[in-house]
């Protein structure tokens, strides 16, 4: 059985910077496809970001919401099975729960966006940031 969890999350201002963290277990996850996705108070979850998985490093695709691009990077530690999501430059429309996603193929410079595309999901980690 997959699991993933997250950490990392907290109340920070304006400005500052996050490591997200998900923990991944009960699979092996080379060709597989991971992300990143959020969901605010009152409005639809929305994608954050997408990493493609093949072989390993070093042929990752990654791909960005415009929102977040040039802020945010998703990486991922192979040894440790664990997906990251570091958040720089933080604004407070950046607050939202956020969840680790996993997708059960991948394929060389492919990415997606569609959570229908992602098979299984985080509980997702609070992230406030204040103004």
């Known amino acids: 059985q997959v699991q993933l969890v997250e950490s990392g999350g907290g109340l920070v201002q304006a400005g500052a910077s996050l490591r997200l963290s998900c923990a991944a277990s009960?699979?092996?996850?080379?060709?597989?496809?991971m992300g990143w996705f959020r969901q605010a108070p009152g409005k639809e979850r929305e994608f954050v970001a997408d990493?493609?998985?093949?072989?390993?490093?070093?042929?990752?695709?990654?791909y960005y919401a415009d929102s977040v691009r040039g802020r945010f990077t998703i990486s991922m530690d192979y040894a440790k099975n664990t997906l990251y999501l570091q958040m720089n430059s933080l604004k407070p429309e950046d607050t939202a729960v956020y969840y680790c996603?996993?997708?059960?193929?991948?394929?060389?410079?492919?990415?997606?966006?569609?959570?229908?595309?992602?098979?299984?999901w985080g509980q997702g980690t609070q992230v406030t940031v204040s103004s």
């Open positions: 990493i493609s998985i093949i072989d390993e490093t070093p042929n990752e695709t990654t």
């Open positions: 009960g699979d092996t996850f080379n060709n597989h496809g």
């Open positions: 996603v996993l997708r059960t193929w991948a394929y060389v410079g492919t990415y997606t966006y569609r959570s229908a595309d992602y098979k299984y």
